[in-house]
């Protein structure tokens, strides 16, 4: 079973900054899309995003709607921007089903190995990780020297969230 969510131009125009985006692919959601002959299709909202500025939409298609699976269990989203009246992201941290950072590359991406050293691991072993992640996916790219910090402080509000709800190391 799911929750339908409705459609948002962030999404649907590829804008790699879009909140929305990060979170919905943490919660694993789904996209509905639809053709002009009423034809759907159901894709992972990571699969929307194409290149930046690109989707799998064309003339033809639209975005409908978003599926969030139910029993996500706790989430949690983190952002860092310009300022506070900035509503565009410079990076973002969503946890759902799925650990992504928004604002990273052309779409989210997953950071599988800091998801599994969130439980049952060191702080700095899940800051160090969430780190690796910045580095591989963007590695020339002239932000990442602020991106390696903006982590690793979203991280830590995660890390802080968290403590409390689930068992940790000692």
Aim: net charge positive; proline share 6%.
């Amino acid at each position: 079973a799911s929750s339908p969510a409705t459609a948002s131009p962030a999404r649907a125009n590829a804008s790699a900054a879009a909140d929305g985006t990060a979170a919905l692919c943490a919660l694993d959601a789904q996209a509905l899309v639809e053709d002009c002959q009423g034809r759907q299709e159901r894709l992972p909202v990571g699969a929307l995003i194409t290149a930046p500025g690109k989707t799998v939409l064309g003339p033809d298609r639209f975005l409908l709607a978003f599926a969030i699976p139910d029993g996500t269990g706790p989430s949690a989203f983190f952002k860092v921007g310009s300022r506070r009246a900035v509503a565009i992201s410079k990076l973002s941290l969503a946890l759902g089903r799925h650990l992504v950072l928004g604002s990273l590359a052309p779409s989210p991406v997953r950071a599988e190995k800091a998801q599994a050293l969130l439980v049952g691991s060191s702080r700095e072993a899940f800051l160090d990780a969430l780190t690796e992640t910045v580095e591989r996916a963007i590695p020339i790219r002239a932000s990442l020297a602020y991106k390696r910090v903006a982590v690793r402080g979203l991280g830590d509000d995660l890390w802080r969230s968290i403590q409390g709800l689930v068992p940790q190391a000692r």
